[in-house]
């Protein structure tokens, strides 16, 4: 789990009130960003986080509609952009290095396109961008499990993530309590089933051409959601230092092998 430490934060956003996790450090230590994919929380980080306390300002915030935040009326693609705007604006954040999964990643370039003096590089985890070809475009999530367990211990056993991948049985079981709201009738994900499906974007080459940070793509070598020709696009693109392919590894890395994540992510840290 999260450090017990981290500071819990409550920014507002365009009517929805964002939580965002804060674990603190020396006074002007460099600070992390952690932005977590579709339908998730900033637990998915809880074991990268970890590897990094002590020596960075962390800041793990959750999207609107998801895990602690509050639901939304409605959203759009850029909504997530739009939360990252706020956390920034509402800490004052000048970012030192990002780490950005999943549909998390697509935000954060949008994020960086509005704020690249803020923000001095980015790493982006097996993050989906509409270019190259067109063949290998993954069905996208499913319409949201709105379905509510009486007994917590049963939801905990149901609990698989999206797309489906080998997790250790301790990190998945964590992981699920920690991804479970109290609802009426028992319990059910902590995140908005009215979130809309995800539609790919057809200005994604220019919002890479755009990135002017330095970055990095590492990929799931068989998540299934990122091809290597769409990652190795992807990666020109943006003008990527690297394109690190992790072969053994599925889509949620930081939830299959954190501590070589992390290692990576370190490595990849400009001086």
């Not at 507002?12 to 230590?29: K, R």
């Not at 939304?72 to 952009?81: I, K, L, V």
Request: hydrophobic share 40%.
């Amino acid at each position: 789990m999260i450090d017990s430490k981290m500071v819990k934060h409550s920014i507002p956003a365009d009517g929805a009130v964002l939580n965002v996790f804060e674990l603190a450090a020396q006074p002007n230590s460099p600070v992390m960003l952690f932005v977590h994919g579709y339908r998730a929380n900033a637990h998915w980080w809880d074991e990268v986080v970890t590897a990094f306390a002590g020596n960075y300002r962390i800041i793990v915030p959750e999207f609107s509609g998801m895990g602690q935040s509050t639901w939304r009326d409605s959203y759009d693609q850029r909504q997530g952009t739009r939360d990252l705007i706020a956390v920034m604006q509402a800490l004052d954040l000048v970012v030192d290095v990002a780490v950005a999964h999943s549909w998390g990643g697509h935000q954060t370039v949008g994020l960086c396109r509005e704020y690249p003096e803020r923000i001095r590089q980015l790493v982006l985890v097996d993050s989906f961008f509409m270019v190259g070809p067109d063949y290998d475009i993954p069905a996208g999530a499913a319409i949201g499990n709105t379905r509510v367990y009486v007994n917590k211990d049963e939801a905990i056993l149901r609990f698989r993530t999206s797309p489906r991948q080998p997790i250790p049985e301790r990190r998945r079981t964590a992981l699920a309590a920690a991804s479970l709201c109290e609802v009426e009738g028992g319990w059910s994900w902590a995140y908005d089933p009215k979130l809309p499906l995800l539609d790919p974007s057809d200005d994604d080459e220019e919002l890479l051409r755009d990135l002017s940070i330095p970055c990095d793509f590492i990929l799931a070598g068989l998540g299934g959601v990122v091809s290597l020709e769409r990652a190795q696009a992807t990666a020109q693109l943006s003008r990527c230092r690297s394109l690190i392919v992790f072969e053994d590894a599925h889509h949620h890395l930081m939830l299959e092998c954190p501590e070589r994540l992390a290692e990576c992510v370190r490595g990849l840290i400009l001086d």
